[in-house]
């Protein structure tokens, strides 16, 4: 069992790191959000421990970012927020345990196997097709047409935002937000460049372009062609 433990606090982090590991359990660490998001984008956890206050991005960041990218690894808030508000959010936001700090740690380790057990989530069916595009949302793949894209996670976080949204133009800051999970720089053109990657795998290959730029405005998934 990998566990990713995002704590900025260095005590607190080194206790959780040396009490699982003698349980047994593969443990990451990250003391900021932004190291955290992309650990969980790199490599497969069987739950993820996340503190809310965290440099760079907060866990609620976090959390979002993962699910706006249909990544359903299990989340366990590990924080000293005990309001209702806090945990309400939370569990709307898409986690799956809370857990007010201070802690026993026994509790901890029973929460995490628990969660460890659960079968993963998944929207419906863990599918999603639009035109002739089809996702797997449970192994973070899609196809158009058959044939099977190769693309980076950000390439594809970008593609499912706009896939959930077909027909509708998508600004750069809605973009932004939702496949970074941070405030857009108008200043920076990444955006525009992961487009133009994204369109070289989606577009290129197939007589019937997608994906359409709408000047001044965003970027649509276009299906009415198809």
């Known amino acids: 069992m990998r566990i990713l433990i995002a704590e900025d606090e260095r005590k607190t982090q080194q206790y959780l790191l040396q009490g699982l590991r003698e349980c047994g359990f ?29 440099p760079g991005l907060d866990g609620w960041a976090i959390l979002k970012t993962l699910r706006a990218e249909a990544n359903h690894t299990p989340v366990l808030f590990l924080t000293a927020r005990d309001h209702v508000e806090d945990r309400v959010r939370g569990f709307e936001l898409g986690a799956d345990d809370y857990l007010i700090k201070p802690f026993a740690f026994a509790e901890l ?43 980076t996670p950000k390439e594809y976080a970008l593609l499912l935002l706009l896939a959930r949204n077909p027909g509708h133009v998508l600004s750069r800051t809605v973009i932004a937000e939702g496949v970074w999970g941070v405030n857009f720089d108008i200043q920076t053109n990444v955006v525009d460049v992961v487009v133009r990657r994204l369109r070289v795998k989606l577009d290129a290959p197939f007589a019937t372009p997608m994906l359409r730029t709408v000047r001044g405005v965003g970027y649509m998934l276009d299906t009415h062609a198809l």
């Open 109 to 151: 380790v029973a929460r995490l196997r628990n969660l460890a057990r659960r079968p993963a989530r998944t929207d419906g069916t863990g599918q999603l097709a639009v035109g002739d595009l089809y996702f797997d949302l449970l192994r973070h793949s899609v196809e158009r047409a058959g044939k099977t894209l190769q693309l």
């Open 26 to 54: 593969a443990t990451d660490a990250a003391g900021d959000g932004t190291t955290a998001l992309a650990l969980l984008r790199e490599h497969a956890f069987d739950v993820a421990i996340l503190d809310i206050m965290l």
